[in-house]
């Protein structure tokens, strides 16, 4: 159906079924995925959305401007999107296939018991015996507005350019976000010539941009610090019918498990507020510039914005040694987008 319309090519096609073979060297992985993906990159999503065949054999559709999702019910899912979403996208020479092209396949690990992890951490020593190239990808690997767990990537036997596509191995349930926390982008093969390049790749990709424009991040190199924090507290003070830090706050919560993260609404104060004395000092003086605030084990980090996930995360494993990171943020901006001040 796909290499038909030309969406797949006969040789992409043919790695679909590899991966589903038993003699697959993942093949134990393969059985625990709760679905599969073929992520495709192509020039526009308009020739993909005209074909009503793909549509009427699908289970699901989602799409939005840069992206066609079709789910099928045997849990194999394609992925049609326009945006860059690996590293060689974003070096000049390194992409040499003319769209659409596979960019990698994906086996989906959302079962966390300790048995789905143990098949998981043996990824790694699977690819060596099996020949394959491995990157391994710490999480939270991020995706706009998509937080997702550690993901291995292992690349084929044979030529970095134009042999095998990537397969992906992701670990763990998805966490959506409110708000956009960035681009983690799929790690170019270590073996291709241009490899070296990628540690020189910025991590600054903004939501809807293009690969013209985008920046990308390396394999991603979030990780949990040797010392995790005991308390993670964000100070604010808004009249809005719920905390504007929910989603951030969940997040942060999934991430460091044993601390305790917690917001505090100073316009609606319950109890005791924990709040460190150069902070209870600083409101005396300017409330508005001192908050919203994020204090880590007693040390202000950030204050007068309320960070996305990556750079809460930096804040709380990567303290600035200057001190708090301040920024002026916009008036109103606690309320968020909803409007849901009282």
């Not at 699977?126 to 394959?132: D, P, Q, R, S, V």
């Not at 505090?264 to 924990?274: I, M, Q, S, W, Y």
């Not at 000092?281 to 409330?287: F, G, I, P, S, T």
Request: glycine residues 6%; negative net charge.
């Amino acid at each position: 159906m796909f290499t038909e319309r030309r969406l797949l090519s006969e040789a992409e096609a043919a790695q679909v079924l590899e991966v589903a073979a038993d003699r697959f060297p993942f093949a134990q992985a393969m059985g625990l995925a709760d679905s599969i993906h073929v992520h495709v990159n192509v020039d526009s999503l308009s020739e993909v959305v005209q074909e009503e065949t793909l549509a009427r054999a699908a289970k699901e559709i989602e799409q939005n401007e840069v992206e066609y999702k079709i789910e099928f019910a045997s849990g194999v899912n394609v992925i049609f999107a326009t945006e860059a979403t690996a590293q060689d996208e974003l070096i000049e020479g390194a992409v040499t296939s003319a769209k659409p092209y596979v960019d990698h396949f994906g086996i989906d690990l959302r079962d966390e018991s300790d048995s789905t992890r143990r098949v998981f951490d043996g990824i790694p020593a699977l690819a060596e015996t099996a020949g394959w190239r491995h990157v391994f990808q710490d999480g939270p690997v991020n995706c706009c507005h998509v937080v997702m767990g550690p993901k291995h990537w292992v690349y084929p036997p044979g030529s970095a350019v134009s042999g095998g596509r990537p397969v992906e191995f992701a670990f763990g349930q998805l966490t959506e976000s409110d708000t956009y926390v960035g681009c983690d982008y799929r790690p170019i093969d270590p073996a291709h010539p241009l490899a070296d390049r990628a540690a020189d790749i910025d991590c600054s990709c903004e939501p809807n941009a293009t690969a013209s424009t985008v920046v990308a991040t390396p394999a991603a190199t979030a990780t949990t610090s040797a010392t995790p924090p005991k308390k993670v507290y964000i100070f604010e003070e808004c009249t809005c019918n719920s905390s504007p830090s929910a989603s951030l706050l969940g997040l942060l919560a999934s991430r460091y498990p044993t601390a305790d993260v917690r917001a505090f609404d100073l316009a609606k104060p319950e109890g005791l507020v924990p709040l460190p004395p150069t902070l209870f000092m600083q409101l005396q003086e300017n409330a508005a510039a001192a908050l919203p605030a994020i204090v880590v084990d007693g040390q202000i980090r950030s204050q007068g914005w309320t960070p996305n996930f990556m750079d809460a995360v930096k804040l709380v494993e990567s303290p600035d040694p200057a001190g708090p990171v301040r920024r002026a943020q916009a008036a109103g901006e606690c309320c968020g987008t909803d409007g849901s001040c009282c």
